[in-house]
T-cell receptor
């Protein structure tokens, strides 16, 4: 039972390069999320997908795009990386339990450095 | 917009000391409340959650939290901390019916043996 799997775990990019962070969950969860974590800033939502086929912007979407490929997979793309995007990225998923949203299940994180 | 405040950014304790971490939120309606813990180098995992019912919630590893609706608070407590509790703690609030939880900025806890 893998839970939420993110790849890659580490990546170094040069300014202007592009890359995609992959996320997959095997818990049959409806909702998926991408967060970035920066020191002193906590977790900030980049994009989320409430259900398969839908995506919406979060608090800090600029410079990112997402694709909800199917129910399991939710990828995050940096089209032209900038040093301000140096961060640790977490993917999370969540099921709906009746009227309650349930807790988030997180992946192990992807540490991205943009030079 | 709703917000979540964790007033203690850094807490340093000795083993066996008692712990209380504050969490306040600014949403007036029904909320679901969570505390997550992130051990060094690891991902976030759920510590405890509150949806409804008894406002005193017990979680893993001896942690508990109390929901006080009139104070918009959901403080985390542990009577006696251990060195292994060294971690970052995040409070999260999810308005009823929303897909989006809002996280506080986190509290870094260091427990000295």
């Amino acid at each position: 039972n893998a839970g939420v799997t993110q790849t890659p775990k580490f990546q170094v990019l040069k300014t202007g390069q592009s890359m995609t962070l992959q996320c997959a969950q095997d818990m049959n969860h409806n909702s998926m999320y991408w967060y970035r974590q920066d020191p002193g800033m906590g977790l900030r939502l980049i994009y989320y997908s409430a259900s398969e086929g839908t995506t919406d912007k979060g608090e800090v979407p600029n410079g990112y795009n997402v694709s909800r490929l199917n129910k399991r997979e939710f990828s995050l793309r940096l089209e032209s990386a900038a040093p301000s995007q140096t961060s640790v990225y977490f993917c999370a998923s969540r099921r709906l339990a009746g009227d309650n949203p349930g807790e988030l299940f997180f992946g192990e994180g992807s540490r991205l450095t943009v030079l | 917009a709703q917000s979540v405040s964790q007033h203690n950014h850094h807490v340093i304790l000795s083993e066996a000391a008692s712990l209380e971490l504050g969490c306040n939120y600014s949403y007036g309606g029904t909320v679901n409340l969570f505390w997550y813990v992130q051990y060094p180098g690891q991902h976030l995992q759920l510590l405890l959650k509150y949806f409804s019912g008894d406002p005193l919630v017990k979680g893993i590893k001896g942690f508990e939290a109390e929901f006080i609706k009139s104070k918009f608070s959901f403080n985390l407590r542990k009577p006696s901390v251990q060195w292994s509790d060294t971690a970052e703690y995040f409070c999260a609030v999810n308005p009823g019916g929303s897909y989006i939880p809002t996280f506080g900025r986190g509290t870094s806890l260091i427990v000295h043996p």
